[in-house]
């Protein structure tokens, strides 16, 4: 991890550094690590306070809001994520098992596709990642132009992927179970 980075995740919001006396006690990766025992999509502070033992009030010093945590959450799991390290695989094996990988980490945590799409997710959340992939892919000859091409692809993929997925087993947990649904769109329009 880049010092920006552990900067960024380490300290508390500016501003909001915490009062001289007791330590604090928890940190910006406590707070992280217990948003995504929560899971991403049903995380609030008020569970992030009960989860942690302190009051909601202590998790503003550390976080500003719940889009800042999820950015911090997105890229913690993006620094989790690493390359499979295959020394003797096929580049396409590589890029497969990344994108694997990448879909794998949408589905665990479908909340990071929504933040994707609002825009709140940018290139620094990835950039690490994307600095091994581009490393892997230059062994196999791929100039950085094309890693970066095939990166973006793979992505677009895991997340249109996941994306369906996710939309699937949403309706079938509201009732509405996409083959149903479909086998009655059919006989309406037979």
Do not use: C
């Not at 620094?79 to 020394?87: Q, S, T, Y």
């Not at 929504?114 to 950039?127: D, F, I, R, T, W």
Request: glycine share 6%; net charge positive.
């Amino acid at each position: 991890m880049s010092a920006g980075a552990s900067n960024l995740a380490l300290k508390p919001a500016p501003g909001t550094a915490p009062r001289p006396g007791r330590p604090p006690s928890i940190s910006t990766q406590a707070i992280i690590a217990a948003a995504l025992e929560i899971g991403l999509d049903k995380v609030s502070f008020r569970r992030l306070a009960e989860r942690l033992g302190v009051n909601v009030a202590t998790i503003y010093r550390y976080v500003r809001n719940r889009n800042e945590l999820l950015r911090l959450a997105a890229f913690q799991l993006t620094l989790n994520r690493r390359l499979p390290d295959e020394a003797h695989a096929h580049w396409s094996q590589l890029a497969v098992r990344y994108a694997e990988e990448m879909f794998e980490s949408f589905m665990n945590e479908p909340e990071l596709v929504a933040e994707l799409l609002k825009g709140s997710l940018g290139p620094h959340v990835e950039m690490d990642v994307l600095d091994q992939f581009i490393g892997a892919m230059a062994r196999y000859g791929f100039r950085a132009e094309e890693a970066l091409a095939l990166h973006q692809a793979l992505g677009t993929m895991a997340i249109g992927a996941a994306t369906g997925v996710i939309a699937v087993r949403a309706r079938n947990a509201a009732g509405l179970p996409w083959h149903v649904e479909i086998r009655r769109t059919l006989v309406e329009r037979a």
